[in-house]
Every structure is written in structure tokens, then in C-alpha cells.
């Protein structure tokens, strides 16, 4: 059954577009007042500068379970407002794309995929193949389910706070990283230096897509099990 919707679900839209710089600074503050100093901030305060090529190809797998969600969260936030214009592009950034390509061995020129499968496909590229862990696949489907049992508008809200500087911030953090020397984290590091290029102009990028949806509380247990998934499939993080 799906789950309706109402205005004390998701906060009423703004605009379809934001180019004030001062109402974007101001969802931002929000969005940092609701989530960083409690996820994002311990998040980026990981020990990232730790990591050997064998932890990167690690967080770079438990990421590829996040790129997922974020995909079937972008579909839900585009089926709870069908005639927003601005999810739509954004949607269509992130999905069945070709602004990832080309890239050797993962993405031929102008090939589109979703994001994930750019994701799924460096996995696959030696060294990382040999690198992956049984255990990481197995937090990830775990991660996955507890993802799709939370609610449908908190999912939707949740791009918001991802797009709207959240991943930015991690994705600097990720390329605090000393080694990236081999194939796939070289396709990795390709896909966060893009998206935060992506996601960084206050006015076009895809912060300014989303940020129409108002994140509040209800997306810091997305944020959370994110935090939970690094954790575990890479306890370097933490040590």
C-alpha cells in the first residue's frame, strides 16, 4: 500500500527555482542545524587519512549500497510530486546519465547508466574485484532492508539533505584518503570529484533541485544507518 502525503509530511515548496544565494544559505544553516552536528559532522571527523587502498575499496562498497537507496529515494520523491520540474531534473542527473562518462573500463563515451551502476561496475575492475568483502555485500543488503522499512516521506526528504551540501561534505571527507593509486579507486575518486561539482553551485546544481523539500528530523536515521554501514564495513574509520 503506498503511503499519502500531506503538508506536515514534507513542507510546502518554496520555489521550482532558487537562485537567491541568501534563501540558499539559509536552507543550508537548516539542513546543518537538523543532521551535522550529530551525523555528518562524525562522519567527515572519521579517520580517513587512515585508509589503505584495501579500506577505500571497502567504504567505496558500503557506498555502493548508499547509491542505491539514493536512487529508489530520488524515484519516490519524483512519484510523491509528479509534476515538480526540478526532481525531474534531477532525476534525470542522476539517472540513465552520461555525465559520468566516459571512464576506462567502466563507462564508454556518452554511455548513460544510474549512478549506482557507475558504482557496480568499478567494483568490478581489478584490483577491487579481488578486494571485496562477503561481509561488506552482507551489511549492505542488511542496510538496504532497514532503508526500505523507513517511511516514504522521510526517504523523499532525505535527497534534500543529501544534495543540499550533506554528501558534499562526506565526499571531501572520502578524498581525504592518501592512496587511490589503482583502477577503481581512480573511477571512484572520478565519481566524487563530479558530484561535488554537481551538487556545489548554489544556484543550478543539485542542491538547488532538491532543497524545495525541506529536510527535518525525520532523515537523521537515514543518515545514521549510513554511519552504522562505514563503521562496520571499515572499522579503520573508527580505530
Not at 539517472?95 to 563515451?109: D, F, H, I, K, Q
Not at 542488511?142 to 516521506?153: E, Q
Request: net charge negative; proline share 5%.
Amino acid at each position: 500500500m503506498s503511503e499519502s502525503i500531506s503538508q506536515h509530511d514534507i513542507l510546502p515548496k518554496r520555489a521550482l527555482v532558487m537562485t537567491d544565494r541568501a534563501e540558499a544559505r539559509k536552507s543550508a544553516d537548516a539542513l546543518d542545524a537538523v543532521v551535522k552536528p550529530d551525523v555528518i559532522a562524525r562522519i567527515c571527523d572519521l579517520r580517513w587519512t587512515d585508509l589503505s587502498q584495501a579500506d577505500l575499496v571497502r567504504a567505496a562498497q558500503a557506498y555502493y549500497y548508499f547509491s542505491v537507496q539514493f536512487r529508489e529515494n530520488l524515484h519516490i520523491a519524483c512519484e510523491l510530486f509528479p509534476s515538480d520540474a526540478n526532481l525531474r531534473e534531477l532525476e534525470s542527473e542522476e539517472c540513465n546519465t552520461a555525465n559520468l562518462s566516459p571512464w576506462p573500463g567502466v563507462a564508454e563515451p556518452n554511455e548513460k547508466m544510474n549512478h549506482d551502476e557507475f558504482m557496480r561496475r568499478l567494483l568490478n575492475l581489478s584490483p577491487a574485484r579481488e578486494r571485496r568483502s562477503l561481509y561488506v555485500d552482507h551489511l549492505g543488503h542488511s542496510y538496504l532492508v532497514a532503508i526500505r522499512k523507513m517511511a516514504r516521506s522521510a526517504r523523499a526528504m532525505s535527497i534534500a539533505s543529501y544534495e543540499a551540501g550533506g554528501l558534499e561534505q562526506v565526499f571531501r571527507a572520502f578524498l581525504r584518503a592518501p592512496d587511490w593509486d589503482n583502477a577503481p579507486l581512480q573511477a571512484f575518486q572520478h565519481f566524487l570529484r563530479e558530484h561535488i561539482k554537481f551538487d556545489s553551485d548554489p544556484d543550478h546544481g543539485h542542491g538547488a533541485l532538491s532543497r524545495h523539500l525541506a529536510p527535518d528530523e525525520r532523515v537523521i536515521p537515514l543518515w545514521v544507518e549510513y554511519e552504522r554501514l562505514l563503521l562496520k564495513a571499515v572499522p579503520k574509520l573508527a580505530t
